[in-house]
């Protein structure tokens, strides 16, 4: 697919940011969610930020089908950590 600079460079630093900051945190969130933890106040800021970023992204991921794997899994991981944080929510 042709990509703009502008869109070469957002794609760039959406990966960037997702392999250095995003995936790690989220994967740390999943294992604390999962030991039965809740989340607190900055996760749960962390987690707005990137639904906001994810709203923010849908339309360059719908022009880049190449993508749209990864965002499914992403959605999945992120979908995750909150229905098992509510749970734990509820549980304490």
């Known amino acids: ?6 869109e070469l460079g957002t794609i760039q630093a ?3 940011r997702l392999n ?3 995936l790690p945190r989220a994967l740390w969130l999943q294992s604390k969610v999962r030991r039965g933890e809740r989340l607190d106040y900055h996760d749960i800021v ?3 930020h ?3 970023d994810t709203n923010d992204l849908r339309a360059l991921v719908a022009r880049n089908a190449e993508y749209q794997t990864l ?3 992403l959605i999945a991981l992120y979908s ?3 229905s098992k ?3 734990n929510e509820k549980t304490t």
């Open 80 to 82: 995750d950590i909150v």
């Open 1 to 6: 697919m042709n990509h703009t600079k502008k």
């Open 71 to 73: 965002t499914l899994r």
């Open 14 to 16: 959406v990966l960037g």
């Open 50 to 52: 990137v639904l906001d």
């Open 20 to 22: 250095t900051e995003r």
């Open 85 to 87: 944080g509510l749970q």
């Open 46 to 48: 962390f987690l707005r």
